[in-house]
C-alpha cells in the first residue's frame, strides 16, 4: 500500500511532490527524478547535492519550470506550476524566480547596470530606484555600474548576475553551480552574497553545488542519490557535508558492486 505524499507546509517557497522526470524511452530509458517529496522553506539558504548523475540539476530545473517533468507537481508559494500555460510560466519565471548560473549569460554589448535592469526592460517596467540601490550596494557594484563585462572580472560578472537576479524582487534565487567559473576568494565573495541575499534581503536560495565548502553557507544540505532525497543536514559544515558524501559514495558502490552494476 502506497503512503500519499505529505501535504506541503506553510512557509514553504518551493515545495515537490511524487516529482518524477524520464528521459527515453523502454531500454533507453533513464530516470532522473524518481517521485521526489521535497519543501524548501521560504526565507532560508538551501544546497542540493549529490554525485554526477544523481538529478540535481534535473531537480532545480523542474523546480524553477525550466523543464517540465514526467509527472507530479511543482508548486512555487501557492501557485501549482502544471497549472500554468506558457505565458503565465513565462511570467512567473520572470516575475517570482531570479536565477544564477555557472556561465554569467550577461550580455557583452551592455553596461553592468544595463544587464542588471535587463529583466525589467523586457518586461516593460522600470525599477525601484530605492530598491536598485540596495541591490547594487549589496553585490559592492556602485562603482562598476558603467563597465561592459569583458571590462570586469569573473567574480564581478557574477555579481552583475546576482544582482540581476535580485532586481525583479523574487521569491526564490536558484543558483546552479554560481562558483564553479570562479576562483576561491572570488566564489567566497558570491556565496557571501547569496547568504546576504536571505539574511538581508529575505529571498529564499536554492543552490545546486557539488563544492562542501560552498554548501557550508546554506542552511541546510539536501542530498541526491539516483534520483531520489536519501539524507538532509542541518547547519552544515564543510567536514560534516564531505563525509556525508563520503558515506553516501561508499554505500552506492557497496551496492553497485552487490548487483554487479557499472558505473561511469
Given at each position: ?15 515537490a511532490r511524487g516529482l518524477r522526470k524520464e528521459y527515453g524511452h523502454a531500454a533507453a530509458r533513464v530516470v532522473a527524478l524518481d517521485d521526489v517529496d521535497v ?15 544523481s538529478g540535481k540539476s534535473t531537480l532545480m530545473h523542474c523546480l524553477a519550470g525550466l523543464d517540465s517533468p514526467t509527472r507530479g507537481t511543482v508548486r512555487i ?188
Amino acid at each position: 500500500m502506497s503512503l500519499a505524499p505529505p501535504p506541503v507546509r506553510a512557509g514553504v517557497a518551493v515545495a515537490a511532490r511524487g516529482l518524477r522526470k524520464e528521459y527515453g524511452h523502454a531500454a533507453a530509458r533513464v530516470v532522473a527524478l524518481d517521485d521526489v517529496d521535497v519543501d524548501f522553506a521560504a526565507g532560508a539558504f538551501h544546497a542540493v547535492m549529490g554525485p554526477s548523475g544523481s538529478g540535481k540539476s534535473t531537480l532545480m530545473h523542474c523546480l524553477a519550470g525550466l523543464d517540465s517533468p514526467t509527472r507530479g507537481t511543482v508548486r512555487i508559494g501557492d501557485t501549482d506550476t502544471a497549472r500554468l500555460d506558457d505565458r503565465r510560466l513565462t511570467l512567473l519565471r520572470r516575475d517570482r524566480i531570479g536565477f544564477v548560473f555557472q556561465r554569467f549569460n550577461l550580455l557583452p554589448a551592455l553596461t553592468a547596470e544595463e544587464n542588471i535592469v535587463l529583466p525589467l526592460a523586457i518586461a516593460g517596467r522600470r525599477p525601484e530606484p530605492a530598491w536598485l540601490r540596495r541591490v547594487v550596494a549589496a553585490v559592492g557594484l556602485a562603482d562598476r555600474l558603467r563597465h561592459r563585462p569583458g571590462e570586469l572580472s569573473g567574480g564581478q560578472q557574477q555579481r552583475v548576475a546576482l544582482a540581476r537576479a535580485l532586481v525583479t524582487r523574487p521569491e526564490v534565487i536558484f543558483a546552479d553551480e554560481p562558483t564553479g567559473n570562479l576562483d576561491s576568494r572570488s566564489g567566497a565573495e558570491v556565496l557571501r552574497l547569496l547568504r546576504e541575499a536571505v539574511d538581508t534581503l529575505g529571498r529564499t536560495v536554492v543552490m545546486v553545488t557539488h563544492d562542501p565548502v560552498a554548501a557550508a553557507y546554506a542552511d541546510r544540505v539536501v542530498f541526491l542519490v539516483d534520483g531520489r532525497p536519501v539524507r538532509e543536514l542541518a547547519a552544515p559544515t564543510a567536514e560534516r557535508v564531505r563525509d556525508t558524501l563520503a558515506g553516501l559514495a561508499s554505500t552506492t558502490a557497496s551496492r553497485d558492486a552487490g548487483t554487479g552494476a557499472v558505473t561511469a
